[in-house]
C-alpha cells in the first residue's frame, strides 16, 4: 500500500505539481529515505535533523512539528509489512532566478512497500569515473541535486555491476552512488573521514555506535583504493539495506570476512526502536 502527503493534505492519486518549483527547476531541495518496520521508521530522528540542519544551512525554512504530523498521517493504518519512507523538502515555487527569493517551502512525504529481500545482499562494485569535491557543500548534503550519483549508478549498470564507488577530487576513496563504505582490519573498523567528499550516512553513525558495544575499534580515516584490496572485508551502509559485503571491485575479488557479529548489532539498535529485528519478513 502505498501513501502520500503533500502540502497539508493526504492525497489519493497524483499529485499537481507546481511547474515554478524549484525544487523542478532547478534540484532545489532535499530528501531523505528511510526503512520503516513495522510501521515505524528507524533513526528518524537522525535522518530529520540531517535535514533540518541542511535546510537552515540552505536558508529553506524547516517545521518539524509539520513534518512530525506528515510522517504520522502517512504512517497510521499501514501494515506491518517492510516499507520506505521518503521525505522531499523543496525550497517552493519562485521567480525566475537563481536567489530564490519569497519561496514558500513544498513538501512531500511518501510511504510504499519495500522488498526485504533487498537488505544484507552482497554487491559488486565499479570505480566510476566521476569524483566526489570534497569542497562542495552540495557533497555532505542530501540534495535533490543527484546528477552526479546518476551518471556514476548508469556507468555500474552498463556494465552489469551493482554499484559505482567514487572517489574524491584527490583521488582518495569516498562513497558509493547510494551508500557509505567501510572496511574492516582485524578488530577495526575503517571508513572514510566527514572530510573526504562524503555525505555522513545515517547508517553509517548507527553502526559506528553499535561497533563500541562489540568492542571494535573505530577509524575516520583517509582511504586509498589500494587499502580495499588488503582489507579483511569491505562492505556498504544504507538506510534501505543496511550492510552489504562487497564482493568485488573492477572485477578483482575482495576478502570477505563474516559480518554476522555487526549486522546483528546493527539490527539489535534498530529493534530497540521498532521493537521488532529489520531481518524478520
Known sequence: MSRTWFN??????????????????????????????????????????????????????FNRNTLDDAVAAVLDGIDDSHHVLRVTLTRGAAARGLAGADATPALLVTCSPFDPKLMLQPATLLTSTIRRSTASPSTRMKTLSY???????????????????????????ACTTIANIFLMRGRTLVTPGR??????????????????????????????????????????????????PVTSLDQQPLATADLGDLVGALCDTARLQCGRDPRLI
Open 147 to 173: 546528477i552526479d550519483n546518476i551518471a556514476a549508478a548508469r556507468e555500474a549498470a552498463a556494465r552489469a555491476i551493482d554499484d559505482a564507488l567514487m572517489l574524491n577530487t584527490d583521488g582518495r576513496v
Open 8 to 61: 497539508g493534505a493526504m492525497v489519493d492519486g497524483p499529485i499537481a505539481l507546481d511547474p515554478h518549483d524549484r525544487g523542478l527547476t532547478l534540484g532545489d531541495g532535499l530528501f531523505e529515505t528511510m526503512l520503516v518496520v513495522g510501521g515505524t521508521p528507524l533513526w528518524a530522528n537522525m535522518h530529520f535533523a540531517r535535514m533540518e540542519g541542511s535546510a537552515h544551512e540552505l536558508g529553506i525554512p
Open 195 to 244: 572530510d573526504q567528499g562524503i555525505l555522513t550516512g545515517v547508517t553509517r553513525q548507527a553502526l559506528l555506535a553499535a561497533a563500541h558495544h562489540l568492542g571494535l575499534e573505530t577509524e575516520e580515516a583517509t582511504v586509498k583504493v589500494t587499502d580495499l584490496f588488503k582489507a579483511d572485508a569491505v562492505f556498504l551502509t544504507n538506510s534501505l539495506r543496511l550492510i552489504r
